[in-house]
Structures are given as structure tokens and as C-alpha cells.
């Protein structure tokens, strides 16, 4: 069964695909759509070049499968952050 999106949807689903932080657990919540139907929207929706870059980079990502990820809950906080946050170069 293929599920018809908004504009909208689509957006938010190609959005959420792209952020390395959200898993495909997340998309298939609000979206009810399993990771191959998220593949085939974006291989649908992006110019090809574009899709073969994010193909490439999720396929070895932990983070887009959350029984992977390194981390239990919340968010991932990088050791260096305190530091890159009270950087002044940052601030202005």
C-alpha cells in the first residue's frame, strides 16, 4: 500500500531523513512508513546525485537506527561542546 503525502509530509520526511540524528524508528512513528519506503521517497524525490550522497553517508550511520545508536536517551553531546558553546568567535 502506497501512502499518499502532503507537500508538507513530504518535506518534513525528506527533512528528518537528512538529520543525521533522527532514526528511521522516529519517521516510521509520525509517519507510519518503514525505512525502504523512506529510501524510495527519497530516491522519488532528490536528483539523483543528491540521493546517491545521503545514500552513502546513512548506510554506515549508527544514529539512524536507534537499536545502534551509542546512546540510550535524549541528546548526543559531544565532549568538546561546553567548549565550542563559550567560544566568543561563536558569539558574534
Same mark, same amino acid.
Given at each position: $500500500?502506497?501512502?499518499?503525502f +502532503?507537500?508538507?509530509?513530504?518535506?518534513?520526511?525528506?527533512? $528528518?531523513? /537528512?538529520?543525521?540524528?533522527?532514526?528511521?524508528?522516529?519517521?516510521?512513528?509520525?509517519?507510519?512508513?518503514?525505512?525502504?519506503?523512506?529510501?524510495?521517497? $527519497?530516491?522519488?524525490? $532528490?536528483?539523483?546525485?543528491?540521493?546517491?550522497? /545521503?545514500?552513502?553517508?546513512?548506510?554506515g550511520?549508527? +544514529?539512524?537506527?536507534?537499536?545502534?545508536?551509542?546512546?540510550?536517551?535524549?541528546?548526543f553531546?559531544?565532549?568538546?561542546?561546553?567548549?565550542? +558553546?563559550?567560544?566568543?568567535?561563536?558569539?558574534?
Open positions: $500500500m502506497i501512502k499518499e +502532503t507537500i508538507r509530509e513530504l518535506d518534513r520526511i525528506i527533512e $528528518m531523513a /537528512w538529520e543525521d540524528r533522527t532514526t528511521f524508528d522516529a519517521i516510521k512513528f509520525q509517519f507510519g512508513i518503514k525505512e525502504q519506503e523512506v529510501i524510495n521517497i $527519497m530516491r522519488r524525490e $532528490m536528483k539523483p546525485s543528491s540521493f546517491r550522497l /545521503w545514500r552513502a553517508r546513512v548506510q550511520r549508527n +544514529t539512524k537506527h536507534s537499536k545502534k545508536r551509542p546512546f540510550e536517551e535524549g541528546r553531546k559531544c565532549s568538546r561542546q561546553k567548549q565550542i +558553546t563559550h567560544n566568543k568567535i561563536s558569539k558574534r
